[in-house]
């Protein structure tokens, strides 16, 4: 089963106990996707274990397959295993997506150029067709290859014409991404005579130490390039691509610099396992463990786990640090900045800039939301705290804002445990950790007091129109801090959107078609769930007339309700990581198809002719008897009581009385020993 959709808008609940947990990362993104392609020039088959799924790897790994390369994924085993092409491609024609992903864009690039033939399409999205690729380019064609630019140039999209890697001496500029040289450094062994690099300007190191390390893991000795910064390699020709049969990927070290820096929001301790020593590990970001011991939280070793404390009556003071060797890391402490004594100033920044956005500007924009004093230059960032402001942050299509931002949110900033930040966009973080809300969320569980109660429940409320499924379940979910979905707004904006389209329900063909070019999103709103449809979310239209008249006849298609079943039970994967203690759902099959085993299943009726006065009362007119015959004898989902389920007929029942009985059943479930009352 796929994953669910996070929602559109994110509230992020903040920890409301000091936290307390263990965390198990993904692989590193950098190591897998190198990995891979080095892994896709052995002659012999090689298993990558611990890798990272993701976004990123997986245009990555979908290219190399396009290429001809064989490549098994496993992601239940983190598991990637390829075949290896012996450094020859298959694939001497390929039109290859490379997205948003600046390794993938930049190592394929120079794969393909070392191929001794062939024509090779690229394109990416429109943020990576601003991303920089020209010294790549450069550095390829002084060494054979062909660019034919189909847009700007030195720029996606492209058709690259290979002839081979001729050899010799070459200069690259990789001042503005360190990706273009380690690109060049990995297909070296493939040109036809020996290849001399030469370095224009400055580069970051620690990316470059760690394609010279992976070399020397595939059987090219580069141990000593790697040892120290370098202005020239010269590497060997024609040696063998060779690697163990199981080659491991390190936990990511940039995704543990959200775990590690959260004691700053919400105290306590956090250990990240799998991490090595940072002498021992191929990744240069670790060293953001350093940055985080001059902020004030204490660093150790435990039991192969990096540990981070934030030592109870310990100041948290803002640093002057330069990022520029491990700047993934620069937006995790500037969102933590507010929270930290004095000024934060972070330098080495400039290259940020050209990345998935202009993080510089993107972060001073966001702390400024927030209501801090930030002064920014082209290199800089400087922070100072002033009081916090609730806000909406902008996320820009960047992984690493959301992600820090996350991390920031879960500050008790009101000490009540309400959210304050609401983060757009979260599913942008399936670029690099794709779990990274869920995982937040289980160590923010794990960190609750009210550990002697279950994690979370589900609550299903089935019943015909007008039975006081909507009252009750709203009711329901302000007591127990549930988050209430109505299926009924989601077939009814269905219906509008199809009608909208002029497709008739008695056309399932059409029907279909039109469904599949209706992208599905979720929008948070207090304690309700809503469906999104292209961006948009139900409004007064679907209470209307027409609408009406149409929806259970749209809602007995089974089309509709196939298209809507694995989103509807999506919504439970949604309440938990924003933070509720359970999911309460109405509708006419909730109990019986979406949540057969939810917690409670419960069956509200009610006499046909209350019902219609309770609909004329809302200002609807609604045909109750036709409604109830065509929800009953649909083909797919029928309404029905369903098994074990407990019926509620409220005809001569208040809404608090129907809201008291079964609050009274969920109560004990909670760990509630009196039942809260609306107020």
Partial sequence: MSKPPLPSLLPIPPFTRAADGTITLPGSKSLTNRALLLAALCAQPVELR???????TEIMSAALRSLGVHVEADAARCSFRVAGAGGILPATTATIQV?????AARFLTALCAAAGRGVYRFDGVEAMRRRPMGGLLEALTRLGAEFRFLGQPGCFPFELHARGLRGGTVEIDARESSQMLSALLMVAPLAAAPLCIRLVGDVRWPFVAMTLRQLAQFGQPTAELAARPAAEFALSWGRPFTAPSLYPIEPDATAASYFLALPIAAGGSVRVAGLPEAGESLQGDLA????????????????????????????????????????????????LAPLLEGPTTLRGLTHTRKQETDRVAGMAAELRRLGQDVVETEDTLTITPRPLLASQIETYHDHRFAMSFGVLGCHDLR???????????????AKTFPDFFEVLAQLRAHSHPMSTAPDFITVAIDGGAASGKSSTSRALSERFHLLH????????????????????????????????????????????????????????EIRGQRVNEQVSRFAAVPAVRQFLLAYQRSQAQVARVAGFRGLIMEGRDIGSVIFPEADFRFYLQADPVERARRRAAEGQTDAIHERDRLDASRKTAP?????????????????????????????????????????
């Fill in 50 to 56: 611990g890798a990272l799924f993701s976004e990123d």
């Fill in 99 to 103: 997205g948003n992903a600046g390794t």
């Fill in 288 to 335: 953001f463990a350093g940055a985080l011991e001059r902020v004030g939280l204490q660093l150790s070793r435990e039991a192969g786990a990096l540990v981070s404390t934030r030592v109870a009556g310990a100041p948290l003071r803002g640093i002057d640090a330069d990022f520029n060797l491990y700047s993934d890391t620069f937006l995790t402490l500037a969102a």
């Fill in 415 to 429: 000490a009540n445990g309400q959210p304050w930040i609401t983060v757009g966009n979260p599913a942008c973080c």
């Fill in 485 to 540: 979905v109505d299926t009924g707004a989601h077939y009814r904006f269905v219906t509008h959107q199809l009608l909208e389209r002029g497709v008739d329900a008695a056309d399932e063909s059409a029907v279909a078609a039109a469904l599949a070019a209706l992208p599905l999103g979720t929008r948070l709103a207090g304690r309700s769930s809503l469906i999104e449809i292209d961006g948009r979310i139900p409004g007064e």
């Fill in 639 to 679: 309404l029905t009581l369903p098994n074990g389920a407990t019926a509620i007929d409220s005809t001569h029942l208040s809404l608090l009385q129907v809201v008291d009985q079964l609050g009274a059943l969920i109560a004990p479930r909670l760990g509630a020993t009196t039942i809260p009352h609306l107020p």
